[in-house]
């Protein structure tokens, strides 16, 4: 079951609101990462308000589909839709990376309601979501794993073992989605480690490969929907994002990769994505 079946303008809205959630949480917390968070809320707001079969009111439903956050840095953006969503109380936002707080700065499955994996280092999300497909398949349920990993870990081999894994079973219950937003720490992904052609790569290992914008949210849900109706074959999604999207001075900008806006800085994105300020 899904709580929420949301028109276009509704799931641009929440998406909207996803990221005065991040750029507020982030400036009260004084650090964490703000280009992945802002440049993926459209598609956490596709999957949970739109997708997903879940629960809320009953996280731990064994027929709710699994989502898989690999990169666990970018968790901002999963603690403000698992809030919209209503897994917990929208005011816990405030509390990102505080000490004793339930949302640190990567996710802890022991913690917080709706977290399928305590997620650190990179690279190995993709290996669990085959965990969990597989086992999904041996016990002959119907649910998805959706495997959200960033490009950067691409340049990790464990993703490709995991990738010839998945194609060695044939998990067509298992969906990646690559945030292809072409920034990582240091600078730019093809100078740092160059990962293209992540299409062709895929294919290779026996992948059906689907490509979308990232940030048209008609477009996401689209393609989604279609990687839901293929067989045979694991799909990956490669979501091409804007880091930073929402706020112009970000944009694109990898030097977002890992800083957090100050009050000027967090006013002025706000002003850009007209919403008001919420004291924190």
Known sequence: MNPHQFDIDTLTHTAKEIRGDILRMLEKAGSGHTAGPLGMADIFTALYFNILNHSPEDPL??????????????????????????YFDLEELKTLRAFGSRLQGHPNRLD????????????????????MA?????????????ALMSDGELQEGSS??????????????????VDRNNIQIDGQTEDIFPI?????KFEAFNWTVLEINGNDMAHILQVIESA???????????????????????????EWHGIAPN??????G???LGLEEVAY
């Open 196 to 200: 293209e052609p992540v299409r062709d």
């Open 61 to 86: 439903w064994e027929e709710r589909d699994r989502v898989v956050l690999s990169n666990g840095h970018i968790c901002p953006v999963l603690y403000s839709t698992l809030a919209r969503a209503g």
């Open 263 to 268: 009050r000027m800085e967090l006013m002025e």
């Open 270 to 272: 706000l002003a850009e």
């Open 112 to 131: 917080l309601p709706g977290i399928e994996t305590s997620a650190a280092s990179l690279g190995q999300g993709l290996s669990i979501s085959v965990g």
């Open 134 to 146: 597989l086992a999904a398949r041996l016990d002959d349920e119907d649910h998805k794993i959706y």
């Open 160 to 177: 490709w073992e995991a990738a010839n894994a998945a194609s060695k079973w044939q998990l067509d219950n298992l969906i990646a989605i």
């Open 228 to 254: 839901l109706e293929m067989k045979g074959q694991p799909v990956c999604i490669i979501a091409h994002t804007t880091p930073g999207k929402g706020v112009s001075f970000m944009e694109d900008k990898h």
